[in-house]
């Protein structure tokens, strides 16, 4: 078959299969099992368990099922900070007043840092009171602070989370207060928005999230995440409740190097959710274990490149290549590189250009992205030469 008729077969191209050899049985979830160890549907209408590291989805309940956020949207507002302060444009150390029109609208109105009108305060401040008690009028003053009105924030808001393609997301405020359902997301586009806090901003969420209070102007208030200090490992994110809305949750916690997100929505009371985060982590820590098949660092495989100065590139994860297995598993894994391909240089190290799936029976697939281990640069008339020579024979 003439080579460009190939072509089009290479979009998703299978570069490298690696067959793990284990010994022929398998076990895996059993149904009823997950059943008796997670919440039911009436407790949490939407549910969504997932591993940060691997991708994997360990529970799904109704992930695109759009609902009111309520105050979890402020993660959307910490992020959009996060990154404003990463591109320079956003710094802790600067003041903010709150307004005349900030104060009217937004002055001890529902959760609050109590700031009153014509107040300075620093962005620092303002973040932590975001992050931690869940500050309207925080949210309100940082949005028109660095944006000049909440309006402008809050389309700020929008086009950073459809740039992470959080497509079943809408923000009509920076803080979630009821707006006739103008705010909605969905389970799905959470994990991604806890994910880019995360990997983009690991310092920035270390410092400002996951404190269990926050004292400004000499009144100590208390983080409301159900969670933090109570759950091992637990640091985050945020909570959320209107009588709209319910009772939600953007969780997370850590434990010897694996990371679990969690959602919840829909939630009758607080106890309730309490309950729930706790059973579902535990359960996710508990029923699942990690099998390593690669060490940080670890060169994966190859991917071949277009018009480079090399015809191939290495490819490497961002640290550990693992997937969760049900614990005492001895499952057949099966790992394939995807990308579509080839790749065209440029190539810069460290950028994303291919991901690495891994099965197996009985649970969700494991899709790391893979990252370029070095530059490709664009070929000069004598690389074009060698690879055209180099082609004839592969």
């Known amino acids: 078959m003439p080579p460009e008729r190939l072509r089009p077969l290479l979009r998703l191209i299978a570069l490298a299969a690696l067959l793990v050899a284990l010994p022929a049985r398998a076990m895996t979830l059993d149904p009823g099992a997950i059943a008796a160890a997670v919440p039911s549907a009436?407790?949490?209408?939407?549910a969504l368990l997932v591993d940060l590291g691997s991708g994997q989805v360990l529970h799904a309940r109704n992930p695109d099922r759009r609902f009111m956020p309520a105050s979890v949207t402020k993660v959307m507002t910490l992020y959009l900070a996060f990154e404003l302060m990463k591109a320079g444009n956003l710094y802790p150390e600067q003041v903010f007043v709150m307004s005349?029109?900030?104060?009217?609208?937004?002055?001890?109105?529902?959760?609050?840092?109590?700031?009153?009108?014509?107040?300075?305060v620093r962005v620092e401040d303002l973040l932590l009171g975001i992050a931690n008690v869940s500050a309207n009028d925080g949210a309100?003053?940082?949005?028109?602070?660095?944006?000049g009105s909440v309006a402008a924030w809050t389309d700020a808001m929008n086009r950073t989370a459809w740039g992470l393609g959080m497509n079943g997301s809408h923000w009509g405020s920076p803080n979630g207060f009821p707006d006739e359902g103008r705010t909605f997301t969905t389970a799905n586009d959470l994990v991604t928005l806890a994910r880019a806090v995360i990997t983009r901003h690991p310092d920035e969420f270390g410092y400002y999230i996951?404190?269990?209070?926050?004292?400004?102007?000499?009144?100590?208030?208390v983080n409301h995440d159900p969670m933090i200090g109570r759950v091992a490992g637990a640091d985050g994110i945020k909570t959320g409740f209107t009588n709209e809305s319910g009772f939600s949750y953007l969780g997370t916690a850590r434990r010897n190097g694996q990371r679990l997100v969690l959602v919840l929505a829909g939630v009758d009371n607080g106890r309730l959710r309490a309950r729930l985060a706790k059973a579902y982590v535990e359960w996710g820590f508990s029923a699942f274990e990690q099998r390593q098949l690669y060490a940080p660092g670890a060169i994966v495989g190859k991917a071949r490149v277009q018009d480079g100065d090399a015809r191939a590139v290495a490819l490497k994860a961002a640290g550990p290549v693992s997937i969760d297995?049900?614990?005492?598993?001895?499952?057949r894994l099966t790992a394939?590189?995807?990308?579509?391909?080839?790749?065209?240089?440029p190539l810069a190290a460290g950028q994303e250009v291919a991901v690495l799936e891994v099965t197996a029976p009985g649970v969700s697939p494991a899709r790391i992205p893979l990252y370029a281990a070095e530059?490709?640069?664009?070929?000069?008339?004598?690389?074009r030469i060698v690879n055209a020579a180099l082609g004839l024979f592969s």
Do not use: C, H, N
Not at 42 to 46: H, I, K, L, Q, Y
């Open 42 to 46: 009436a407790e949490a209408p939407v």
């Open 100 to 120: 005349p029109a900030i104060a009217r609208d937004w002055r001890r109105k529902g959760s609050t840092m109590f700031l009153d009108r014509g107040e300075q």
């Open 140 to 147: 309100a003053v940082l949005a028109e602070g660095q944006a």
């Open 210 to 221: 996951g404190r269990m209070g926050f004292d400004y102007k000499g009144i100590a208030q």
């Open 325 to 331: 297995l049900a614990r005492g598993s001895t499952a």
């Open 336 to 345: 394939t590189i995807r990308y579509e391909g080839p790749l065209r240089a």
């Open 375 to 383: 530059d490709v640069t664009t070929a000069g008339p004598l690389d």
